[in-house]
């Protein structure tokens, strides 16, 4: 292996988690671990900030707050959606990295982040740079492939559970066989988030919310829709309904695409599956109240409801990742697997960006129930695991205290 020393470029990108900053904080801290790792640096707002030179000196920062880290939410170094398109835009990446001396970059994120991390691997490596870039994964769609789960995941769907459960007290105290209540999840083109919310329902309580959960993997027929929460309302006082944002019709077609509107990616700008299917209930059952409600950015920054076993996992994610660059590993990106044991155990592995970048890990056609709108039982086994345990967030007088970075200026250490 090839001895490398120099400097650490770690970044974060696309939409943040309860647990991102988690993996920011197992960076750190095995950085601190290596001799052959001189400076540890932050990006700015992702690959945008870098090109801008938003670099931070992240061994600045106290103990305290690289712990605090690990029960903070949002994306401690800022975020970005800006995608490398140009060649000057890789030139003056790489001349970013050569004036800081960055040997050693990481890029906490989702789908397109690891795209972005494999592309400047090879840019680097075809202009005889010498880099090592492992990405580190990241979303709440938990829709990466080559990984069992991405941290993020388990997080959103322990909050959104506990919020069904409270919303179905409420809804028991006001229905009358004339109450639907719409909640519409994040989930652009795997359902995972929406199928999670079926733990929400109390062991052998079948008639329990959900009573209807929409995903995109299954074609939206508002006959079929109106049909199912007709017989739902016969049986209970209320319908609760959970649908991806994403929920699609037979052509394939968003039911709630905006005008059109796209991200720097190039994905449509998603919102309003709530609202559609609030008014497509109104007019179909005339006499029936509908409501919607939509999470949105609070399902992903709820650490007060965070997956202690989900953040404890990008830690080590995180600690992953600079232990493969280490060893001298690039173009791969850190992944879940499980044990082989019944008692549920998880280890990281590296995978082939090539193999990740852009891709879409689909919710399994076996765990969909036969009704369409329901989740089997053997779901259960793959998301339990990942709900258990509370992250223990700091309080101070009597609201959460989150850390935050002091952000000091990094000097150039390059070449």
């Known amino acids: ?5 120099g400097n650490v470029l770690v970044a974060q990108s696309g939409g943040p988690t309860a647990v991102i900053n988690a993996s920011l904080a197992g960076v750190i801290t095995e950085a ?16 945008e900030g870098i090109l801008n030179e938003q670099i931070i000196d992240l061994a600045q920062e106290s103990q305290q707050t690289v712990r605090g880290l690990r029960c903070t939410p949002g994306s401690a170094l800022g975020t970005c959606r800006y995608k490398l398109k ?25 789908n397109d982040s690891q795209d972005t991390t494999n592309k400047i691997a090879k840019y680097a490596e075809e202009n005889g740079y010498a880099l090592r870039a492992i990405g ?8 990466l492939p080559m990984t069992d789960h991405c941290p993020g995941y388990g997080s959103v769907v322990k909050y959104l559970c506990a919020v069904i459960r409270e919303l179905a007290l409420d809804h028991e105290s006001m229905g009358n066989h004339d109450l639907v209540s719409i909640v519409e999840v994040m989930g652009r083109d795997a359902g995972w988030i929406a199928a999670g919310t079926s733990i929400a329902k109390r062991r052998g309580e079948l008639q329990d919310p959900p009573h209807v959960i ?28 959970v649908a991806s944002e994403g929920l699609s019709d037979a052509n394939g077609n968003y039911v709630a695409q905006g005008e059109s509107a796209k991200d720097s990616f190039g994905h449509a700008k998603l919102g309003g599956v709530g609202t559609y299917l609030e008014d497509l209930v109104s007019k179909s059952l005339p006499g029936v109240k509908a409501r919607s409600s939509k999470p949105g950015h609070v399902q992903r920054a709820a650490e007060t409801c965070a ?11 995180g600690q992953a990742a600079v232990k493969a660059a ?9 992944a879940l697997v499980r044990g082989d044991t019944e008692k549920y155990s998880c280890e990281t592995v590296l995978t082939e960006l090539d193999k990740v970048a852009n891709g879409v890990k689909h919710f399994p056609e076996n765990w969909i129930g036969e009704d369409k709108i329901s989740i089997n039982y053997q779901f259960n086994k793959y998301i339990l695991p990942l709900l258990q345990g509370e992250v223990q967030v700091p309080f ?20």
């Open 1 to 5: 292996m090839e001895e490398l020393t």
């Open 32 to 47: 601190l671990n290596h001799d052959c790792i001189e400076e540890i640096y932050g990006g700015l707002n992702g690959v």
């Open 86 to 110: 140009t060649e000057q835009d890789f030139a003056r990446l790489l001349e970013v990295f050569k004036k800081y001396n960055i040997r050693f970059f990481f890029y906490i994120g989702g």
């Open 136 to 143: 580190v994964p990241k979303t709440v769609d938990n829709d």
């Open 214 to 241: 929409l995903l995109p993997e299954v074609a939206f027929n508002p006959e079929y829709f109106i049909a199912q929460v007709q017989e739902c309302l016969k049986k209970n006082k209320y319908c609760l309904v």
């Open 307 to 317: 997956s202690l076993t989900d953040s404890n996992e990008a830690f080590v994610c």
């Open 326 to 334: 280490v060893e001298g590993k690039s173009g791969m990106m850190v």
């Open 396 to 415: 101070e007088n009597g609201m959460p205290a989150f850390a935050r970075l002091a952000k000091i200026k990094a000097e150039p250490h390059g070449e």
